[in-house]
């Protein structure tokens, strides 16, 4: 049954944005199912969901313009959008000690344009939908997707943990900026969790080892990052505003 609300889901084509979508769908929502080019998984995702209404939306939010017209497709696609999920991330392990400096420079390009200048510029593009629409800026509700890794580091991929601190820092800052305007921002932090990116990370020589980080042995799965975001965004949550929530098992403590 619709609440009513309007989600907008990036990177919602797979894994923990398919799970997120999912969930909101679940709870009432609308969903614009967002994807980098092909849509054949955001399809195939959309037409899942419980519900009419869904959509699917695409576009490379490396580019600031792309990023643009993919917020607009899903404001005249759903007819506004009343909630924002940042998911969409890139991850690619290039050690400093391992890496060119030309190709240490095209990697924090790459991962930051996306994970930090594409969330930065959706957000920017969803505030303005919400204090501009018709109907007065009603709140409204941001939940970014950050990682664990921007507290205990990723020496392996450290454009990533780095661009992942800076979305906690962009929610918390929003978190104030935001609030007189009744809208509320927050962010989850998870660990590892199940996903086909990891999938041979998991089932190969690292797996134990991986599963050992958390006191649970195992790791996360998509649908219990989904169901905390999904809580975040719910009016329930509004003070909540400004948190990180760890989720990671236990496996990194703060």
Same mark, same amino acid.
């Given at each position: ?11 919602? *084509?797979? *894994? ?32 899942? $969901? ?7 939306v695409a576009g490379d939010l490396a580019d600031p313009e ?69 109907e007065g800026p009603a709140g409204g509700r941001i939940v ?69 980080? *958390? ?29 990180? $929530? ?9």
């Amino acid at each position: 049954m619709s609440n009513g609300q309007r989600a907008l889901v990036t990177g919602g *084509s797979r *894994s923990v944005g398919a799970a997120v979508a999912a969930a909101l769908a679940q709870a009432g929502y609308t969903v614009a199912v967002h994807c980098r080019a092909d849509t054949t998984g955001a399809d195939a995702v959309a037409a899942a $969901l419980p519900g009419l209404g869904h959509a699917v939306v695409a576009g490379d939010l490396a580019d600031p313009e792309r990023a643009r017209s993919v917020v607009t497709a899903a404001v005249e696609a759903l007819g506004g959008v009343d909630l924002l999920v940042n998911n969409a991330g890139r991850y690619v392990e290039r050690p400093i000690t391992e890496t060119s400096y030309a190709d240490w420079q095209a990697n924090w390009r790459e991962i930051l344009d996306v994970n930090l200048h594409g969330t930065a510029n959706v957000t920017w593009c969803v505030v303005h939908h919400l204090l501009e629409r018709p109907e007065g800026p009603a709140g409204g509700r941001i939940v970014n997707i950050g990682s664990r890794g921007a507290y205990r580091g990723e020496p392996n991929a450290p454009a990533y943990g780095a661009s992942k601190a800076g979305v906690h820092s962009l929610t918390q800052s929003l978190a104030v900026d935001l609030a007189p305007h009744g809208i509320g921002v927050a962010a989850v932090a998870p660990g590892f969790i199940r996903t086909d990116m990891v999938a041979s990370l998991l089932d190969g020589a690292t797996g134990d080892a991986i599963r050992a980080q *958390s006191p649970f042995g195992r790791v996360a799965e998509p649908a219990e990052i989904a169901a905390a975001v999904a809580w975040l965004a719910s009016p329930e949550a509004v003070w909540a505003s400004g948190a990180v $929530l760890d989720l990671n098992g236990a496996s990194y403590l703060r």
